[in-house]
């Protein structure tokens, strides 16, 4: 069965950077895109970021851009979203989306 688990997740200072990683399984995995959502306390979950197949698009959410950063590593079958100076309107769990399926989710809390 489809499996997505992300991590890299947890307390960053604001101004600071995380790497989140999303490793995946069952399916395959350099034919589909991959996402990121967010989703804050109180807040519907918003899409952050997504990727296509290799030479396929990038798009990104209009808070994040220009300082979020979606990848994929095909020979790992792992995504990755790179988040630099990030701010407080950051946290939120983060979570991983493929082929209708959603990972756990990561928790990033940007606070002093």
């Known amino acids: 069965q489809v499996q997505l688990v992300e991590s890299g997740g947890g307390l960053v200072q604001p101004g600071g950077s995380l790497t989140l990683s999303c490793v995946a399984s069952?399916?395959?995995?350099?034919?589909?895109?991959m996402r990121w959502y967010r989703q804050a306390p109180g807040k519907e979950r918003e899409l952050v970021a997504v990727?296509?197949?290799?030479?396929?698009?990038?798009r990104y959410g209009d808070s994040v851009k220009g300082r979020f950063t979606i990848s994929r590593d095909n020979t790992k079958n792992t995504a990755y979203l790179q988040m630099n100076n990030l701010t407080s309107d950051d946290t939120a769990v983060y979570y991983c989306?493929?082929?209708?399926?959603w990972g756990q989710g990561t928790l990033v809390t940007v606070s002093e």
């Open positions: 989306n493929a082929v209708e399926s």
């Open positions: 069952g399916f395959p995995f350099s034919k589909r895109a």
């Open positions: 990727i296509g197949t290799p030479g396929g698009f990038i």
